[in-house]
């Protein structure tokens, strides 16, 4: 093989490694799918992010009876073990959530009785139990920062609802379980992002689902993944007020800075995710007269879409999540740990599916090191 006869495909991008039946990016159409029904319907219809999950996990919508008895065994699922806890409030309160996130669910591992028996049944037992749990790993810690108690999980309320009650110690009202709710609809899947895939990777050597998805919070974090809206905020708060984002894009780009929020290696158009969040921002902050964010996105977008068209670069759907969650009152760093509160339906659904038809995943690459050198012992080295 030479440099001439290798196809490297940096990114992977183009390569099909898997099939799924989860869901499906039309990057060209920008339409997206979880198990064929189109993501706005949710929406629409004020599904719960509980629905959702059990569609991706069990390949189809829940009866009444079927969710209720889901969204028991979730909210049964909630609490973390004390000793758990108490690691948490030895965290330094500076610690990044995402980090505590990605540690925390590491640790789980080791207080499960059973967390290296890959049967379908204990698969689905671990990834409920992780499910139930990220909204508590986060908001452990994130009143221990602030020099708080931890408040208990509650069992009688949604998924949404129960993570704001555990941020701020008071029942949310129905504005922000809505708000919440849907986002957490629109981010449960979406095919082989680079966390879902990262997951798979881990999977696929037939590690513990634990290791896997602690790999899938790894690859979220990241300012090119679910990272992207901590960057945005702070571009944000460089541009300071919307009258400054031309000046703002126009320097950026032209010091080849990436304008967070934008950009997809799949979607070629608008994401139809995005399309819903700027509506949804735009209503919040009407409602709640907290326009600021909500404004300066929307200011940042007009000047850099007509710049970036050209490269076939939209805003993708971190861009506004930032307006959005920030004007329900999450603060920056929880953005992106409120997307993994999310993605994790996405993850367990996949690791499901890598699982039960695994094959080992191992590419190519391209050597470019000298072919024959030596080793010198150190008393002759230069
Ligand atoms: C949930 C999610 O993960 S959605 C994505 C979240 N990430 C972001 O929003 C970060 C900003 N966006 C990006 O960095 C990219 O668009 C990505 C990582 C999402 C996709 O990247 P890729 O498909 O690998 O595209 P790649 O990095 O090759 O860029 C292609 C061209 O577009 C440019 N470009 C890509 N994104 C941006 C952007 N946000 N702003 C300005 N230019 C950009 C690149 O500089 C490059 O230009 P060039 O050809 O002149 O060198
Ligand atoms: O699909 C991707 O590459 C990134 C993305 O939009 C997501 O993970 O939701």
């Given at each position: 093989?030479?440099?001439?006869?290798?196809?490297?495909?940096?990114?992977?991008?183009?390569?099909?490694?898997?099939?799924?039946?989860?869901?499906?990016?039309?990057?060209?159409?920008?339409?997206?799918?979880?198990?064929?029904?189109?993501?706005?319907?949710?929406?629409?219809?004020?599904?719960?992010?509980?629905?959702?999950?059990?569609?991706?996990?069990?390949?189809?919508?829940?009866?009444?009876?079927?969710?209720?008895?889901?969204?028991?065994?979730?909210?049964?699922?909630?609490?973390?073990?004390?000793?758990?806890?108490?690691?948490?409030?030895?965290?330094?309160?500076?610690?990044?959530?995402?980090?505590?996130?990605?540690?925390?669910?590491?640790?789980?591992?080791?207080?499960?009785?059973?967390?290296?028996?890959?049967?379908?049944?204990?698969?689905?037992?671990?990834?409920?139990?992780?499910?139930?749990?990220?909204?508590?790993?986060?908001?452990?810690?994130?009143?221990?920062?602030?020099?708080?108690?931890?408040?208990?999980?509650?069992?009688?309320?949604?998924?949404?609802?129960?993570?704001?009650?555990?941020?701020?110690?008071?029942?949310?009202?129905?504005?922000?379980?809505?708000?919440?709710?849907?986002?957490?609809?629109?981010?449960?899947?979406?095919?082989?992002?680079?966390?879902?895939?990262?997951?798979?990777?881990?999977?696929?050597?037939?590690?513990?689902?634990?290791?896997?998805?602690?790999?899938?919070?790894?690859?979220?974090?990241?300012?090119?993944?679910?990272?992207?809206?901590?960057?945005?905020v702070k571009q944000m708060e460089e541009v300071g007020d919307p009258?400054?984002?031309?000046?703002?894009?126009?320097?950026?780009?032209?010091?080849?800075?990436?304008?967070?929020?934008?950009?997809?290696?799949?979607?070629?158009?608008?994401?139809?995710?995005?399309?819903?969040?700027?509506?949804?921002?735009?209503?919040?902050?009407?409602?709640?007269?907290?326009?600021?964010?909500?404004?300066?996105?929307?200011?940042?977008?007009?000047?850099?879409?007509?710049?970036?068209?050209?490269?076939?670069?939209?805003?993708?759907?971190?861009?506004?999540?930032?307006?959005?969650?920030?004007?329900?009152?999450?603060?920056?760093?929880?953005?992106?740990?409120?997307?993994?509160?999310?993605?994790?339906?996405?993850?367990?659904?996949?690791?499901l599916e890598q699982y039960a038809d695994n094959r080992l995943m191992?590419?190519?690459?391209?050597?470019?090191?000298?072919?024959?050198?030596?080793?010198?012992?150190?008393?002759?080295?230069?």
């Amino acid at each position: 093989m030479t440099n001439q006869t290798v196809q490297i495909n940096k990114g992977l991008e183009g390569i099909v490694v898997a099939e799924t039946a989860l869901s499906k990016v039309f990057g060209e159409e920008g339409r997206l799918i979880y198990r064929g029904i189109p993501i706005q319907e949710f929406v629409e219809n004020d599904a719960l992010y509980e629905e959702v999950v059990y569609l991706l996990w069990n390949g189809k919508l829940p009866t009444k009876a079927e969710l209720d008895a889901f969204m028991a065994d979730l909210a049964s699922k909630r609490a973390l073990p004390d000793t758990v806890v108490n690691q948490i409030t030895q965290f330094p309160k500076t610690a990044d959530p995402m980090v505590v996130l990605r540690t925390v669910v590491s640790m789980l591992h080791m207080y499960d009785e059973n967390p290296d028996d890959l049967s379908p049944e204990n698969l689905r037992r671990i990834g409920s139990n992780l499910l139930a749990k990220f909204p508590t790993i986060l908001a452990t810690f994130h009143r221990y920062r602030q020099g708080l108690d931890p408040v208990a999980p509650r069992t009688d309320l949604t998924h949404a609802a129960n993570y704001l009650y555990m941020l701020n110690g008071k029942e949310p009202g129905p504005r922000s379980v809505e708000g919440v709710n849907a986002y957490l609809v629109l981010l449960a899947d979406h095919g082989f992002n680079a966390s879902t895939f990262t997951a798979r990777v881990v999977a696929g050597t037939q590690a513990d689902m634990y290791g896997a998805i602690t790999g899938a919070v790894a690859s979220l974090k990241g300012p090119l993944h679910g990272g992207a809206p901590t960057a945005l905020v702070k571009q944000m708060e460089e541009v300071g007020d919307p009258a400054n984002a031309e000046k703002y894009v126009e320097e950026a780009l032209a010091a080849k800075k990436r304008i967070m929020g934008i950009g997809h290696r799949v979607y070629k158009t608008y994401d139809p995710r995005a399309r819903i969040l700027k509506r949804m921002a735009e209503n919040i902050a009407k409602e709640t007269g907290n326009t600021r964010w909500y404004e300066l996105a929307a200011a940042i977008e007009a000047a850099a879409l007509p710049r970036l068209e050209a490269k076939r670069l939209y805003t993708n759907v971190d861009f506004y999540s930032v307006p959005l969650l920030l004007s329900l009152g999450l603060p920056t760093d929880m953005l992106t740990p409120t997307f993994a509160v999310s993605r994790v339906a996405g993850w367990v659904a996949h690791l499901l599916e890598q699982y039960a038809d695994n094959r080992l995943m191992r590419p190519r690459s391209f050597y470019v090191g000298p072919e024959e050198a030596h080793y010198v012992p150190i008393d002759q080295r230069g």
